[in-house]
């Protein structure tokens, strides 16, 4: 197989560092035998629906922040990004394989997803991944963690009155919440117009992407959080999907 260029938005686009991100697919596959990280088993789907998936953010990253195409002297980072529900690590290896710059924290409540990420990660030798194990509720109201971060990513299946509870408590304010959604969300942003405020969280760009072959057009959606929010946010385990906002 040889992909060397993603459709987006009816261009065709130079994919960066081809050959580690093959070998991101191969190691990711070889531990999704051992633990169930994704459902995309074979080398297409993994490599359309995780990999592709996951760059499509790298066209619109330009426009959301200012920062340098390498890392500062020190071993310092220019921005950093939390990606929460991050499962078998997706959109954040191969983001992190492509931005050296940015230092990328992943978050999953299942200590096994977690511990398979971190095997991708060290084989990878990828030096700006930190993953972590615990429940976006619970640290969301830890100082090491509440609004400490520039960019929350999710790529989990919740709706966006959830995913903005979960993310918002770890943006800081002025930073940006990116969500991978597909282009049928009219009736799910309607009905998160009352979590976007409760959370300060503006809707300012939405990115329409397209992928090869049967996946079709999807989208991100960019929300800004405009200050900070209640100390009451995140709420207990479990609210947030049983009485979303």
């Excluded at 009816?10 to 580690?20: F, G, I, S």
């Excluded at 340098?68 to 997706?90: A, E, K, M, Q, W």
């Excluded at 983001?95 to 992943?106: D, E, K, Q, S, V």
């Excluded at 978050?107 to 990660?121: F, G, N, P």
């Amino acid at each position: 197989m040889h992909l060397t260029a993603y459709s987006c938005n009816n261009l065709r686009m130079d994919l960066p560092n081809e050959q580690r991100l093959h070998d991101l697919m191969k190691i990711f596959l070889k531990e999704n035998e051992k633990v169930n990280l994704s459902a995309f088993r074979t080398e297409q789907a993994c490599w359309t629906g995780n990999i592709l998936d996951s760059l499509s953010l790298l066209e619109t990253l330009p426009k959301l922040f200012t920062f340098p195409v390498r890392p500062r002297p020190g071993g310092h980072f220019s921005l950093s990004i939390l990606d929460i529900g991050t499962g078998g690590g997706f959109p954040l290896l191969p983001l992190a394989l492509n931005l050296p710059n940015i230092h990328f924290t992943g978050l999953d409540s299942t200590q096994k997803k977690i511990d398979a990420v971190q095997r991708i990660a060290d084989a990878m030798d990828l030096k700006n991944v930190e993953l972590i194990g615990g429940r976006a509720e619970t640290l969301g109201h830890d100082r090491k963690y509440r609004e400490q971060f520039d960019s929350v990513t999710a790529r989990a299946v919740a709706e966006i009155n959830v995913l903005l509870e979960y993310c918002s408590p770890f943006v800081k304010p002025g930073g940006k919440i990116i969500l991978w959604k597909s282009l049928d969300v009219d009736q799910e942003l309607k009905d998160s117009e009352k979590a976007q405020k409760e959370f300060h969280c503006t809707l300012k760009d939405r990115h329409v992407y397209e992928l090869p072959g049967d996946f079709g057009k999807r989208q991100l959606l960019i929300f800004e959080k405009t200050s900070k929010i209640s100390a009451k946010y995140p709420r207990a385990i479990g609210l947030a999907k049983k009485k979303p906002i």
